[in-house]
C-alpha cells in the first residue's frame, strides 16, 4: 500500500521512525516534509499535501501525519474531501470495554479513516509501531450502515 506521511516539528523526531518501520512492513511511502527540524514550522505546510493526495485517491492509498497532540493535524486533514482522518494519542483512549475493541480499530472498521493523525508528544516510538500496524491491518466492515454514513460525510461542502 501507499502511504503518504507528514509532520510538524513536534512529529519530525517520529516520522523518520515511522518511515523505517512502514518500509519493514512492506509499504511504499512518500514523505511530505518537512525535511529539516524548525521549531517555527506550520504543520498545515506538511498535512495540505498528504491530505490532498488522500482526497485524490481515498480507497488507494492511506496517510498518516504526526504533530504534538495530532488535533489541528487531524482538523486539517479533514478539511478536504473524501477525507477521514482520526486521531490517537495513546493508550488512554484505547479500549471499549464492552468490546474490546480499540479505538483505532472502530476507525477503521466502522469510519473507513483513510488518514491517522498522531499525537507525537503523547507516544512512544513503540505505542506508535502498534497503532499504525492495527490501523493498517484493519479492513473497513463495508455494510450498508456504514458506507450510508461515510456517504453522509461526503457530500457536506460546508
Sequence with gaps: MKIYIGSDHAGFGLKDKLIQYLKELGHEVE???PFEYNEE???PDFI???AREVSMHPNEVRGIVLGGSGQG????A???RNVRATVYYGQ???VVKEENESI???SRADNDANILSLGARFITETEMQEAVKEWLNTPFKNTEKYKRRIAKMDRIHG
Design 31 to 33: 514523505d511530505k516534509g
Design 41 to 43: 514550522d506550520d504543520y
Design 48 to 50: 495540505i499535501p498528504v
Design 73 to 76: 493535524e487531524g482538523m486539517a
Design 78 to 80: 479533514n478539511k478536504f
Design 92 to 94: 488512554g483512549q484505547c
Design 104 to 106: 483505532i480499530k472502530i
